[in-house]
T-cell receptor, first 109, second 113 residues
Framework: QKEVEQDPGPLSVPEGAIVSLNCTYSNSAFQYFMWYRQYSRKGPELLMYTYSSGNKEDGRFTAQVDKSSKYISLFIRDSQPSDSATYLCAMSDGNKLVFGAGTILRVKS | DTGVSQDPRHKITKRGQNVTFRCDPISEHNRLYWYRQTLGQGPEFLTYFQNEAQLEKSRLLSDRFSAERPKGSFSTLEIQRTEQGDSAMYLC???????????FGPGTRLTVL
């Protein structure tokens, strides 16, 4: 079993929809939780990071961490075609990042 | 733009050859990381440096892999006697304030024939 599980999708939504992306994990030592966006054949781009539990909002993006359930989420409001990409969750206990496999998101105009 | 840069962007080599990749981190970032990403998977950690010290290496980093960061600035990743299974995207990332804010470069895509 992988330390971080993420549904690979693809997830296809119409423009303007609210998107929910999720990851579960098994390592209770994880304290840092990140979301990256990756376009095809590009490096990952950091969207948001959260330390420990709670919510964090940045523009159209909201990240949630529930450590008791070992579950993290990223919500995208008013999704745009330019949001079409692979979304990677990543976690750390202090040194290296452990990534999920990524969810492919397609926003249709 | 002062982001993380990697060179070359693409490398095609024959099995058994040695290859070397370079990463230039964001200036003043003291941490530098190497990851490997295969199709349909997330990046997997290979190794990381704090300044010039290599502090952690993954089990994925076999004897054929070596990484250096001689002056605490740029880093190189060398793969000796390449195998077809080494074909992947090799990503470099840097951070200033710990593990959370890692910024990635565009990657070097390696194809071993």
């Amino acid at each position: 079993q992988k330390e971080v599980e993420q549904d690979p999708g693809p997830l296809s939504v119409p423009e303007g929809a609210i998107v929910s992306l999720n990851c579960t994990y098994s390592n209770s030592a994880f304290q840092y939780f990140m979301w990256y966006r990756q376009y095809s054949r590009k490096g990952p781009e950091l969207l948001m990071y959260t330390y420990s539990s709670g919510n964090k909002e940045d523009g159209r993006f909201t990240a949630q961490v529930d450590k008791s359930s070992k579950y993290i989420s990223l919500f995208i409001r008013d999704s745009q075609p330019s949001d079409s990409a692979t979304y990677l969750c990543a976690m750390s206990d202090g040194n290296k990042l452990v990534f999920g496999a990524g969810t492919i998101l397609r926003v249709k105009s | 733009d002062t982001g993380v840069s990697q060179d070359p962007r693409h490398k095609i080599t024959k099995r058994g050859q040695n290859v070397t990749f370079r990463c230039d981190p964001i200036s003043e970032h003291n941490r530098l990381y190497w990851y490997r990403q295969t199709l349909g998977q997330g990046p997997e950690f290979l190794t990381y440096f704090q300044n010039e010290a290599q502090l952690e290496k993954s089990r994925l980093l076999s004897d054929r892999f070596s990484a250096e960061r001689p002056k605490g600035s740029f880093s190189t990743l060398e793969i000796q006697r390449t195998e077809q299974g080494d074909s992947a995207m090799y990503l470099c990332a840097s951070s200033k304030n710990g593990v959370a804010s890692q910024f990635f470069g565009p990657g070097t895509r390696l194809t071993v024939l």
